[in-house]
């Protein structure tokens, strides 16, 4: 088994320090610790409990519908769920089924095992959101594991919660682990879905601190499922790996998450400004377009044809507009999409969307 770099990460790596604008953030705009006034004075710095501590899987599993703190694992970032599920539960040959284009841990960790993925295309012309029949007529008897993600990444789709309990009822019929990315869930533009795990000991929801509450550099992340064995699971890998979760992270997802309401509530408003922001730009370019996103803080906009070469534009955008947007070969898609992001500040998106005009601009004729 052999990792190779994310090429997105590895993008994100190179681009997010050294460009004045990034027009593609995937998270509500990132806070400072002196934003949230929380007091760590106390924190003791010890290892900690391997599943999460107690008050906070506590706190995580009040969202959760008939789950407990004991259906929780709290780890770090969603990516260390993603990590242990995958390792934890998969042998090299298991076919599981990824919605795609979607985050590439998703799929890239079960190929680096040696699975079978069936990548399920998600297409610009039904809206990027799945058909059911099409979806069940790819989950094979020997499929082990469906992963859907809604809201989406990239494209900002989402599903509605009869065809969730259509999706979740497919899985609980053929024996499959659903896993559902629920890293936007909680910011949607309307009523949030119920977490799949809620619905169904076959499901598995991830979430995460990084994305609607903008906290991605305290690491921290869970995992919800009535099936206490791939809690096990995901312990097995973890405890060779990171063993607990960091102490400071965890106080601060505790102070945040305990008064969610109002950190959530900040980042919607600011959300839905900076996405009329965007749609009014992309009504107004005639070299861009996009499936309105119907939740969440990114979108995947789409090149015209007039725009040749979509890697030159992006080049261009960066090494002479200082602006940073992600090309869609990072997804696994045809480089002329590529994604935007708007949880950022409202001054940015309109500077960098002035700058986006300016290199489309240069590059189309
Ligand atoms: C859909 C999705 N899931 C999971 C993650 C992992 O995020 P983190 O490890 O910061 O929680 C990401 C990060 O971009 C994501 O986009």
Redesign the pocket.
């Known amino acids: 088994m052999t990792f190779v770099r994310m090429e997105?990460e590895d993008w994100f790596d190179r681009h997010q320090f050294v460009r004045e604008i990034e027009l593609c953030e995937?998270?509500v705009q990132f806070s400072h610790l002196n934003d949230l006034a929380v007091s760590l004075d106390d924190v003791a710095l010890r290892y900690g409990h391997h599943a999460g501590s107690p008050e906070l899987r506590e706190v995580i599993a009040a969202d959760y519908p008939g789950l407990t703190a004991e259906d929780v694992i709290v780890t770090?970032?969603?990516?260390?769920?993603?990590f242990g599920l995958y390792n934890g539960l998969l042998e090299p040959n298991d076919r599981i089924v990824v919605e795609h284009p979607?985050?590439p841990?998703?799929y890239e960790i079960p190929e680096t095992i040696g699975c079978e993925v069936v990548r399920f295309p998600l297409d610009y012309d039904e809206g990027f959101v799945p058909d059911v029949e099409r979806l069940a007529a790819s989950l094979t008897d020997d499929t082990r594991l469906l992963c859907i993600?809604h809201p989406?990444?990239?494209t900002g789709s989402t599903i509605s919660e009869d065809t969730l309990r259509k999706i979740v009822e497919l899985c609980e019929q053929r024996g499959i682990v659903l896993l559902s990315?629920e890293?936007?869930r909680e910011m949607g533009f309307e009523a949030a879905l119920p977490p799949a795990a809620s619905l169904s000991p076959s499901a598995v929801s991830?979430?995460?601190?990084?994305?609607c509450y903008g906290l991605?550099g305290i690491?921290?992340?869970w995992m919800a499922t009535q099936n206490r064995s791939l809690i096990e699971r995901v312990l097995c890998v973890r405890e060779y790996v990171t063993i607990t979760n960091t102490a400071l992270g965890e106080r601060i997802a505790l102070h945040v998450l305990s008064d969610k309401h109002r950190y959530l509530s900040a980042a919607k408003d600011r959300v839905t400004a900076n996405k009329a922001i965007m749609a009014e730009w992309i009504d107004g370019q005639d070299l861009v377009d996009w499936v309105a996103p119907t939740a969440g803080v990114v979108g995947l906009g789409r090149l015209a044809d007039q725009v040749h070469d979509p890697d030159a534009l992006y080049e261009r955008l960066i090494e002479q507009y200082g602006t940073m947007t992600i090309p869609g070969k990072y997804f696994g898609v045809d480089n002329r999409f590529f994604r935007l992001g708007f949880g950022g500040e409202p001054f940015n998106i309109a500077e960098g969307l002035r700058r986006f005009d300016q290199a489309l601009d240069d590059c189309s004729n």
């Open positions: 997105l995937s998270a770090n970032g969603g990516s260390e769920a993603i979607n985050y841990s998703l993600t989406h990444n990239p990315d890293t936007y991830l979430s995460t601190m990084s994305k991605p690491r921290i992340g």
